[in-house]
């Protein structure tokens, strides 16, 4: 949502305080934004896309003053903040400020689908500490099956950003999905991420129903 300069508001649904190795190295905060690309079946934040309701607008500088009542959690542990969501991506120019208010004192993490346009990528990329991607399923058609979207600029935007800030940034989420793909199509994936990137950390999970 844009006003005047300096006034840039987002939505949020949640900020989550002191989480410890959840979301990323130490102490972090989960920052949740309203809105995303997928539907997906078992998604467990339906609030940040499927109603308005529980929003809140927030500038940059706001959420900065917010978050930093833990910076010293933060400091101590290595921790930061961590965004995710809906998808942190609809918002690169809001992600993109915040950078300038932390400075590189704490971390700045992201949880996405990379569903998104590259540009968005492209403008937050240098901003971001970790990445966590949750690629759902390599295979087409499960993918979609699940949630509502093809993955062609999935991997697109995962090749963009091997190439530009390397594989340690990088955790590639690989869910077993109930009802929607088997441990064989997870293996597959995870052979398909590892056959074009040899150092990408992988994280095997599987998803709730409901
Ligand atoms: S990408 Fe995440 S927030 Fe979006 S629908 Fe899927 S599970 Fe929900």
Known sequence: MMNNEGDYTVPII??????INSDGVGVTTLVCFWGCPLSCQYCLNPQ???TKTGIRNITPLQL???VSIDKLYFFATGGGVTFGGGEPLLY??????FHEFVEGEWKINLETSLNVPIESLQ???DCIDCFYIDIKDTNNEIYTR??????ERVFANLAWLVEH???EKIVVRVPLIPDFNTISNVNDSIKFLKDKYKKITIDQFEYRKG
Do not use: H, V
């Open 146 to 151: 699940y949630t509502g979207k093809k993955n």
């Open 48 to 50: 940040s896309w499927r």
């Open 165 to 167: 800030i390397g594989e």
């Open 92 to 97: 690169p120019r809001f992600l993109k400020e």
């Open 14 to 19: 949640g900020i989550d305080r002191l989480r």
């Open 123 to 125: 403008l937050i990329a």
């Open 64 to 66: 900065f003053q917010e």
